[in-house]
């Protein structure tokens, strides 16, 4: 079932499943996607007896800003405190949260800042949360050339090829991310639709310059970014999933982890399965949740 709930920024809509009173689980999709991240995993969750909410983040779907002189932002405090204001907005204390991509870094977000709001923490390729001030480091030139879509979006070209693009950007990054995916194209068109929100582009441009230290923030979120900057550690009991084929974050990279989180922590690489892992896989993302439940 789709619904709206508003929060000090947004009208936020989401898919909700399962019993009003069962624990809630938050699922939190990535870029460039949406809800049907999580369409073969909400249906588990929800059987068990979980109360299971994907929202569409701010710039995707239904989703919109509440005023127009909000800042576009991307940025990774803007996504976690839009989860804690969700979770706000419906009454909710604690929750699971799982995510990937850019859900993954707001659930990780939330989990370092607000503990006492997660339960537990299902995140995919490790530690999400960005070192800003260490973007300017080079990395390999083979994981330079799998962020080529990053350095794109720093350009002005990039900002006209996103807008004119969307669609077959989206169908090129899932085919070199998830290379064992064989998905169709009426599964791509289910998602696209979701690029279609007037923010999409905007949000997407500044989430991608501002990290790289290329765009301002916005100045709502700035003492959020300075807690984040001393990469916090995350206290909650935690799974990381890794995909064995991710295209974009090789498996190798989430090797050293553990030593941002200090509460149980166990880390799964998954063969075969790519970075949308959750779609791929989503049988592994149901047992890591279940898991964490016992």
Not at 9 to 30: F, M, Q, R
Not at 91 to 100: M, P
Not at 163 to 179: M, Q
Not at 206 to 234: C, F, V
Request: proline share 7%; hydrophobic share 40%; glycine share 8%.
């Amino acid at each position: 079932m789709q619904n709206t709930i508003r929060t000090p920024v947004l009208d936020i809509a989401y898919l909700e499943s399962g019993p009003p009173g069962g624990t809630p689980v938050i699922l939190l999709h990535g870029w460039p996607s949406d809800p049907h991240d999580f369409d073969d995993v909400a249906k588990p969750l929800a059987a068990d007896g979980c109360r299971v909410l994907v929202p569409w983040l701010r710039g995707y779907g239904p989703t919109r800003f509440l005023d127009a002189a909000t800042p576009r932002s991307g940025q990774q405090a803007a996504l976690g405190a839009d989860v804690r204001d969700f979770m706000d907005a419906l009454g909710i204390e604690t929750a699971v949260l799982g995510g990937y991509d850019w859900g993954g870094r707001a659930a990780s977000v939330v989990a370092a800042l607000w503990p006492e709001r997660v339960r537990a923490l299902v995140v995919l390729n490790g530690y999400a949360i960005q070192n800003i001030a260490a973007s300017g480091n080079p990395a390999s030139a083979d994981q330079e050339h799998r962020h080529w879509y990053q350095w794109y979006f720093n350009t002005e070209r990039g900002r006209a090829g996103l807008a004119k693009n969307r669609r077959d950007i989206a169908r090129l990054l899932w085919r070199l991310w998830s290379p064992n995916w064989k998905f169709d194209e009426a599964t791509l068109d289910a998602t696209a639709v979701s690029f279609d929100n007037p923010d999409f582009v905007d949000v997407t441009i500044q989430s991608y310059r501002h990290r790289h230290r290329n765009a301002p923030g916005d100045p709502a979120y700035d003492a959020l970014e300075e807690r984040l900057a001393a990469q916090p550690a995350i206290t909650v009991p935690t799974i990381v999933l890794h995909g064995e084929a991710d295209g974009v974050g090789p498996v190798a990279g989430s090797a050293g982890d553990a030593r941002h989180f200090s509460a149980r922590y166990e880390r799964r690489v998954v063969p075969v399965a790519g970075h949308f892992l959750s779609r791929e896989s989503p049988d592994e993302m149901v047992r890591a949740v279940r898991d964490l439940l016992r």
